[in-house]
Structures are given as structure tokens and as C-alpha cells.
């Protein structure tokens, strides 16, 4: 089975800081690799995904995570964070065979302060 | 407003009452979840759905029933909750089972159970 992991339970960084968050999967298959962000007293909701194709994937806001298949990594990195982006952030997985499901990680908070 | 709903958003309850939450979605996706998010094990998935009638485990769902005669609801009940169900509840829907369909969330239900 897959699994997620994510070190880091608490990031603390000053705005306009670069800020990377780690997320490491076990599986015995290929997979497919998102980040979900959860802002305080929301849902989760989709900040980027990889799929196939380019290893390099970005978001709206700036974020981007590569895949490294050698690494079994999907880090998620930002080069100048700013106070809205205080949340928590997901890694999940979903294996390539059949239906199965999304696999979180623990959860990052990333706390920006000014 | 199209969407996924989530309700109550807070609810309270004492040890072995029988407490229901419910989740409503309005784009008629095939798949449905639920999850819980607890501290140090981000979010577990405790039942899933694909499609009315069809419901199945995930890895958390002792002490859970899940129900789903429509395709837009999809309630989860606890029979007789106990306080290691305090948690916060996330439903989510997936128009489909290939990992480019997404998970939308709902914004979640706080569970406290005393």
C-alpha cells in the first residue's frame, strides 16, 4: 500500500521568505503526487498536482512542487511567501492501478509572520 | 449555491448518543467520501461511495454507518459515539475514479464528543 510522509509538522518562516515543504511517498507502483492547502476553518482545496509529463508543476499563487522519482520526493517549495499563505498543507498520492483512493500525508502547517 | 455542503458545522454530543452528519452535493459526481482529521494523523478515510447504494470501508470505519439511497447525499452516522470520534469531518465528491478528477471538500464538521 502507499504511503505519504510529511517531516515537518510546523514550518515557521518571515514574509517574503523562500519556504520549502517536504513530502516523501512509499509505492510498489507509479503513482500520482497533489498538494492540497487548508486555510483556517476551510475545507481542502487543490494547489497543484502532477500527473505525467513535465516533473515541474506550478500553481496560480506562485507555489510548485517537482516530482523525483528517484528521491520518491514531491517537494513543495515557494521562492517569497506572504501572510495569506499561513495554512496547512496536504501531500496525498493515488496509485496507477484501478480506482483507489487519495492517501494523505500528516499535514504541514506553514506559519508566515511579518 | 451548486456546491458540497456539509452539515451541522458544529455539533456537540454526549458519549453513546446516536449522531448523524450530513453531506449534500450538487453536480451529481459518482464518488463520495469521508473523512476525519485528527492532530498528528492528518486526514483518514473512513467510508467511501461510488455511486448510490455502493459504499465501501476505508481505513478508519469502526463505529461509523454510511448511507447513500441518492447520489447527492451521503450521510455518515455514529451509532453510539464515543470521545475518540471528536474530530473534524471532511466529505468530499470526485466526478470519477481517474486520478485528473479531483476531490472537492466540503468545509468540514467539528464533532465534539463529551
Known amino acids: 500500500a502507499q504511503s505519504v510522509t510529511q517531516l515537518d509538522s510546523q514550518v515557521p518562516v518571515f514574509e517574503e521568505a523562500p519556504v520549502e515543504l517536504r513530502c516523501n511517498y512509499s509505492s510498489s507502483v507509479s503513482v500520482y503526487l497533489f498538494w492540497y492547502v487548508q486555510y483556517p476553518n476551510q475545507g481542502l482545496q487543490l494547489l497543484l498536482k502532477y500527473l505525467s509529463g513535465s516533473t515541474l508543476v506550478e500553481s496560480i499563487n506562485g507555489f510548485e512542487a517537482e516530482f523525483n522519482k528517484s528521491q520518491t520526493s514531491f517537494h513543495l517549495r515557494k521562492p517569497s511567501v506572504h501572510i495569506s499563505d499561513t495554512a496547512e498543507y496536504f501531500c496525498a498520492v493515488r496509485v496507477n492501478t484501478g480506482f483507489q483512493k487519495l492517501v494523505f500525508g500528516t499535514g504541514t502547517r506553514l506559519l508566515v509572520s511579518p | ?114
Open chain 2, 1 to 114: 449555491d451548486a456546491g458540497i455542503t456539509q452539515s451541522p458545522r458544529y455539533k456537540i454530543t454526549e458519549t453513546g448518543r446516536q449522531v448523524t452528519l450530513m453531506c449534500h452535493q450538487t453536480w451529481s459526481h459518482s464518488y463520495m467520501f469521508w473523512y476525519r482529521q485528527d492532530l498528528g494523523h492528518g486526514l483518514r478515510l473512513i467510508y467511501y461511495s461510488a455511486a448510490a447504494d455502493i459504499t465501501d470501508k476505508g481505513e478508519v470505519p469502526d463505529g461509523y454507518v454510511v448511507s447513500r439511497s441518492k447520489t447527492e447525499n451521503f450521510p455518515l452516522t455514529l451509532e453510539s459515539a464515543t470521545r475518540s470520534q471528536t474530530s473534524v469531518y471532511f466529505c468530499a465528491s470526485s466526478v470519477g475514479d481517474r486520478p485528473f478528477h479531483g476531490y472537492t471538500f466540503g468545509s468540514g464538521t467539528r464533532l465534539t464528543v463529551v
